[in-house]
T-cell receptor
Framework: KQEVTQIPAALSVPEGENLVLNCSFTDSAIYNLQWFRQDPGKGLTSLLLIQSSQREQTSGRLNASLDKSSGRSTLYIAASQPGDSATYLCAVKEDRGGSNYKLTFGKGTLLTVNP | DAGVTQSPTHLIKTRGQQVTLRCSPKSGHDTVSWYQQALGQGPQFIFQYYEEEERQRGNFPDRFSGHQFPNYSSELNVNALLLGDSALYLC???????????FGDGTRLSIL
């Protein structure tokens, strides 16, 4: 059974700091990995999606890496801003030969960026 | 271009009642997935509908059922509500199931 773990559970940093969020998964047979952002009481906004054959993806100040063999991904946020404050969720889609469609999520990291 | 829309936004029910939640997928999408997110937890997969049939189901009891209509919209039904069913219910849509899923803002269900 796939399990996704995110560390740390919560993180508080001053504005301008670079930071790294961690995600690990137990079964390396994944189709892709996705990072989401969730604001309080809201739905999920997709930030980056990395296919299993890729090593990293970048969007603006965000960079996500994937090491499938070790079951790890990191989300790097450069020059953090108060508007980055949210919960960040990691999710994997397992590769089951085309018969799996669900995402398996971690519990998330609650990020607070202080002005 | 409308994204995924869910209704209602909030709902309060009592134990034993039944509830129906609704989802309209993003334009151009034909697949709808439902997730349950308890407070402080990550979303848990309930099921996915494609071509009006349940294609995959997570570890949820039969009290949770769904439907997909010819216009690709979907309903999630929960019978015999329990206090533990209190959660944010998220709908996600995609194209044919293996494309990235787009999420709605969810329905907050509170059971008293």
């Amino acid at each position: 059974k796939q399990e996704v773990t995110q560390i740390p559970a919560a993180l508080s940093v001053p504005e301008g700091e670079n930071l790294v969020l961690n995600c690990s998964f137990t079964d390396s047979a994944i189709y892709n990995l996705q990072w989401f952002r969730q604001d309080p009481g809201k739905g999920l906004t997709s930030l980056l999606l990395i296919q299993s054959s890729q090593r990293e993806q970048t969007s603006g100040r965000l960079n996500a890496s994937l090491d499938k063999s070790s079951g790890r991904s990191t989300l790097y946020i450069a020059a953090s801003q108060p508007g980055d404050s949210a919960t960040y969720l990691c999710a994997v889609k397992e590769d089951r030969g085309g018969s799996n469609y669900k995402l398996t999520f971690g519990k998330g990291t609650l990020l607070t960026v202080n002005p | 271009d409308a994204g995924v829309t869910q209704s209602p936004t909030h709902l309060i029910k009592t134990r034993g009642q039944q509830v129906t939640l609704r989802c309209s997928p993003k334009s151009g999408h034909d697949t709808v997935s439902w997730y349950q997110q308890a407070l402080g937890q990550g979303p848990q997969f309930i099921f996915q509908y494609y071509e009006e049939e349940e294609r995959q189901r997570g570890n949820f009891p039969d009290r949770f059922s769904g439907h997909q209509f010819p216009n690709y919209s979907s309903e999630l039904n929960v019978n015999a509500l329990l206090l533990g069913d209190s959660a944010l219910y998220l709908c996600a849509s995609s194209l044919r199931g293996n494309q990235p899923q787009h999420f709605g803002d969810g329905t907050r269900l509170s059971i008293l």
